[in-house]
């Protein structure tokens, strides 16, 4: 069952990925920033995937995925950039993002790259398992 890290500083988009995702059968932590994902790096086993927000308070998503790919432990967990900016798409690129979606984006799309980096989802009609939430 793939879990994901949902990293978004605003409030309601992170409710809203998080409680997307855990429909369609996937566990889910979240964090408002990149100081708060490392944390829940930390203290929870890898995730499958990470969905990134560029633009955030704190920590940043370009500094988060450099601290990322310095820790030989969390590396490899690929990520999704999701951004407004208007560079976004090279950044992720520079980054070495598995995708990127400019906000707002496909919600299917997006679903469709969780499965294909992640992997499939629980069958439907489990309860969904939910990782703490690490909030601002």
């Not at 432990?73 to 598995?98: E, F, H, N, Y």
């Amino acid at each position: 069952m793939p879990s994901i890290l949902v990293v978004e500083d605003d409030d309601d988009i992170r409710s809203a990925l998080s409680a997307l995702l855990e429909d369609a059968g996937h566990v889910v932590a979240c964090a408002a920033d990149g100081l708060q994902a490392l944390d829940v790096l930390e203290a929870l086993p890898g995730p499958d995937l990470i969905l990134l927000d560029l633009m955030m308070p704190r920590m940043n998503g370009t500094e988060f995925r450099a601290a990322q790919l310095a820790d030989a432990r969390i590396a490899a967990i690929p990520v999704v950039i999701l951004s407004a900016g208007s560079r976004s798409l090279d950044t992720a690129a520079a980054l070495g993002a598995a995708a990127h979606f400019a906000k707002p984006f496909d919600i299917r799309a997006l679903l469709r790259a969780v499965v294909r980096l992640a992997g499939p989802a629980r069958p439907a009609g489990c309860a969904a398992r939910r990782h703490p939430t690490v909030s601002a």
